[in-house]
């Protein structure tokens, strides 16, 4: 076809550019009959499971309090080991302002767990060490807490138990879900009880009608997609851990993911809850309506408190028609203003069938490159400064090729795109969607990260990547990819290890640099233990004490994942 003769071009330039009989073949089909979606690091679990046999023989050589993983041991701050918080890496950012314990929290007794055998049974009260290493220590390996005690709730009756029990016992408690946050939000800090909802994993009901889902919290987010694409639906939130991320998790950290430009945030999705409240009061807020103005909303504050306020039990969420029709680009672009323009183009011109705009920059692509096996750049390497995914899902597949195909073709005639591949089948769509989402599992594999999720003016986005760029120096290794359609920017600064002098020259200043812009500091990851005390730089004073009272109000001692979200001194201010 003439039209096509630009792409044939850049095919000519580049053996390996795969941006050729544009969009013959559509991906969707495959992926219908595979019945599984992109995978990714953390959504893997044999990594997750390697990742943490490699962890433990690395704790049982250098597990001391003040011991990092590289083994250096940080006596100076080695004066009260049993109530500082046991934050396994050098001191990581202004969380490394050694946190004390509540003191008011009790000890965990054989009393304690005795009342929970009663409760649970046997088998749920987990004191087996092999399985408390991993639930104490985050996905990424930068927070350790030091919990004996794990337990699994099979029922919201249980849950409520718990709870109740450990408020008048003033026993502190973390809920987890599939632990793989970034914040340091779903692992102890101290000896908290885990409690893990994953048992409870049945879903309730399916209305076809609505699409309105109605599950466990422990349901695997993968699964609940697996179950809908049989009824024709979808959830309608994506991330690269939904092989092992629990959809409790999501809503109580208001996960964001890879097709929130389309479908838009948990706060709108969920549209019922069921959440233990730390007295073990249940609070049945499980509605299916899409419209209910019978005053506050109180769910609301139960998605992205991250357990703070309440432990959720049961979601109802507003799923999406499956498309029939999906189409994924990977193209590059020579510069940020391009990808920005892109963007603007790709929303006029693409309209509701975008589905996702997601951009990494030639730096993290590099390390992508580097750090995991079978992955290789589809275009020239080393030529492109930015690479952009853009996807499409529709139900018209000729009326869905032939505008993404205008749209593509139009933005390489006016220069946007450099060059670009597009997904011929399943498999391709895998392997762009690989280089994007395996960026985090790349990150832990190369050594330390600082790791920032800002969320900025779109024209403003870069430039926090380059000014750090000039702060840190040619030697450190800066990152900018994520979310370009949302204004969602994952920056993160990879090094072999951590270091309080690189660390003093980006914080502050990344988090000063977004207050600046009024960005906020967390676009979706959340605050957990790592920005908890930097939610000032997102939010008025007089916001983070009404926050403060309103979990004094439903967790009067404190005891729902604490050292979380709010400033330590406002929580606890005896301590
Ligand atoms: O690793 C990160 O910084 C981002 C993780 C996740 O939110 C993503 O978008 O891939
Ligand atoms: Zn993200």
């Known amino acids: 076809m003439e039209k096509w003769r630009i792409s044939r071009h850049i095919v000519k330039r580049s053996s390996t550019s795969l941006f050729k009989s544009l969009l013959s073949t559509n991906f969707e089909k495959s992926i219908n009959t595979s019945g599984s979606t992109y995978k990714s690091g953390r959504n893997c679990n044999p990594y997750v499971e390697h990742y943490f046999q490699c962890q433990k023989r690395h704790f049982q050589t250098c597990c001391h309090p003040l011991r990092d993983y ?21 001191s990581f950012g202004s969380v490394a302002t050694q946190i004390q314990r509540n003191p008011s929290f009790s000890t965990l007794n054989s009393d304690d767990v005795d009342h929970f055998k009663k409760i649970l049974g046997e088998k749920n009260v987990i004191q087996d060490e092999d399985r408390l290493l991993t639930a104490n220590v985050d996905w990424m390996g930068k927070y350790k807490g030091s919990s004996k005690l794990l337990l699994q709730p ?10 109740k029990y ?17 914040v340091g939000g779903s692992v102890p800090v101290f000896d908290e009880v885990i409690i893990n909802v994953g048992s409870m994993n049945h879903i309730i009901s399916f209305d076809e009608v609505s699409g309105i889902l109605v599950c466990e919290a422990g349901c695997i987010l993968e699964n609940l997609d697996s179950f809908l694409v049989n009824h024709g639906f979808m959830m309608p939130l994506d991330l690269g851990a939904k092989g092992s991320c629990q959809i409790g998790g999501n809503v109580s950290t208001n996960a964001g993911g890879l097709h929130f430009v389309r479908y838009g945030s948990l706060h709108g999705n969920v549209l019922g809850l069921e959440a233990v409240l730390a007295n073990g009061t249940v609070l049945d807020m499980l509605g299916t309506l899409r419209k209910d103005n019978t005053g506050y909303d109180l769910k609301q504050l139960f998605i992205g408190s991250e357990g703070s306020l309440g432990i959720a039990t049961k979601v109802s969420i507003l799923t999406s028609p499956k498309p029939s029709s999906k189409n994924l680009a990977f193209l590059a672009c020579k510069d940020y203003l391009s990808c920005q323009k892109l963007l603007q183009e790709a929303k006029r011109k693409l309209g509701e069938i975008l589905s996702a705009f997601e951009f ?11 750090h995991l096996e079978g992955v290789r750049n589809p275009l020239p390497p080393s030529i492109y400064e930015f690479y952009v995914l853009i996807e499409t899902r529709g139900t018209d597949e000729s009326y869905d090729k032939e505008k993404l195909e205008a749209f593509l073709l139009r933005s390489m005639e006016g220069g946007l795109i450099a060059d670009g591949v597009v997904a011929q089948d399943i498999n391709q769509a895998s392997s762009f969607w690989r280089i994007r989402e395996g960026l985090s599992e790349a990150l832990v594999k190369a050594g330390a990260v600082y790791k920032y999720d800002l969320s900025l003016p779109i024209e403003k986005m870069y430039s926090i990547v380059e000014e750090m760029r000039l702060r840190l120096g040619q030697s450190e290794k800066v990152l900018g990819y994520g979310h370009l359609g949302d204004g969602n920017l994952h920056l993160n600064i990879s090094r072999p290890n951590y270091d309080d002098s690189v660390l003093a020259k980006i914080e502050p200043f990344v988090y000063e640099w977004t207050s600046k812009h009024r960005g906020s500091i967390s676009a979706e990851h959340g605050l957990g233990l790592m920005k908890a005390n930097e939610i000032h730089y997102s939010k008025s004073p007089q916001t983070v004490q009404v926050m403060a009272s309103i979990k004094k109000l439903l967790d009067p001692n404190g005891i729902l994942n604490p050292y979380k979200v709010l400033p330590h001194n406002i929580l606890y201010p005896e301590a």
């Open 154 to 163: 099979r029922s919201t009756e249980e849950v409520s138990q718990i709870l």
């Open 166 to 182: 450990c408020n008048t016992r003033c026993l502190a408690v973390v809920p987890q879900g599939g632990n793989t946050g970034l």
């Open 360 to 370: 990494l920059d030639s730096q993290s692509m590099e390390l992508v490159l580097t």
């Open 70 to 90: 590289t083994g250096n041991l940080h006596a100076s701050k080695a004066t009260n080991l049993e109530h500082i918080c046991r934050i396994q890496y050098k």
